[in-house]
């Protein structure tokens, strides 16, 4: 029972977002951005790769929950994937790394061989078991009684080869580095071990779903980039030139596409990259629109929570 659905990242959708809007079309820092899309779309995919073996898991003891962020004083902690039963509980780390890994136990440090590079990675393991003690401290400050916790590092790309550092075995916690098609076999392991029902499922999904917090950060200052350096306005789908509202339709001056809802796209454009929360006047501004009463209708039409008096609304857009 998958319980919270794994969706794009806000920081993917923000870099599209960010390569669609950036002024002018050849600007200095599109290669970089145009490579950061790439990597999140793979580790994006890699995470999916990994829901598609755990959909394997139908009993209804199992309860799954993607991309959680939990609020633990004084930060949050973040869990790719959580697989809670009612006997253990079990984050999952994903990579999506490709190429021969070797990791060494004795410094604690990955390093991946690609195409004659090596590249250096912190241990996985040390990252994995971070989140379990975190994962403790969140039952335990929840008045929870804590279950087992158990973890996995799932590596979503099956071309990649698994290796231990010269003199080492694959000994335990390392035997918790696995390729994502053995990730079933391994929870059917857990399933032998851990027999003592300690979890109630229902209340557990309650808060964590509750608590859980999205990561909302402005992609502009990563890339040093400024709100001037966006293009504002309503894009075209087909042709990516600015609209013109006429009579409730929006019309493309380059090819003549007509819209009804393409001011959809920007103002998602305009929560991607400026800010959670519009006011009437901002939306005027960003999407050029002449009338209050116009932008009035839109932000009524939205999805967005509606917060403060008739002079002061400000309608904020909730990220999950
Ligand atoms: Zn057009």
Redesign the pocket.
């Known amino acids: 029972m998958n319980v919270k659905k794994r969706t794009p990242p806000i920081k993917l959708l923000q870099t599209e977002a960010l390569l669609h809007r950036l002024n002018p079309l050849e600007h200095p820092k599109r290669p970089l951005i145009d490579q950061d899309l790439k990597k999140r779309k793979a580790g994006y995919n890699g995470e999916k790769t990994v829901d598609y073996h755990l959909s394997f898991l139908t009993d209804k003891k199992y309860m799954m929950l993607n991309d959680l962020r939990l609020p633990l004083a004084p930060d949050y902690f973040q869990i790719d994937s959580l697989l809670v039963t009612p006997y253990y509980a079990l984050p999952i780390e994903i990579k999506n790394i490709a190429g021969i890994l070797t990791i060494d136990p004795e410094f604690n440090q990955l390093s991946k061989l690609s195409t004659g590079t090596e590249t250096g990675y912190p241990d996985p393991i040390t990252q994995a078991n971070r989140q379990k003690l975190f994962l403790q401290r969140w039952f335990y400050n929840n008045k929870l009684p804590c279950p087992p916790i158990e973890f996995l590092v799932a590596f979503s790309n099956p071309a990649i080869i698994l290796k231990m550092a010269h003199g080492h075995k694959r000994i335990p916690p390392y035997d918790k580095m696995i390729h994502a098609q053995n990730i079933v076999r391994e929870i059917s392991k857990m399933n032998t071990k851990y027999t003592r029902e300690v979890i109630d499922l229902k209340k557990v999904k309650r808060l964590l779903l509750n608590q859980h917090q999205p990561a909302y950060s402005s992609i502009l200052p990563t890339y040093r980039l400024k709100e001037s350096d966006l293009i504002k306005g309503v894009q ?1 789908q ?2 990516s ?1 600015i609209m013109i509202r006429k009579i409730g339709t929006w019309l ?1 001056p ?2 003549y ?1 007509l819209s009804k809802t393409a001011h959809l796209q920007a103002v998602e454009d305009y929560f991607l990259l400026i800010k959670p929360t519009i006011t009437n006047r901002e939306l005027r501004k960003f999407l050029h629109l002449p009338s209050a009463k116009t932008a009035a209708e839109i932000l009524k039409s939205l999805n967005v929570k509606k917060t403060g008096s008739t002079r002061g609304v400000v309608y904020t857009k909730i990220f999950h």
């Open positions: 075209c087909k042709c030139q493309c380059g090819c596409h």
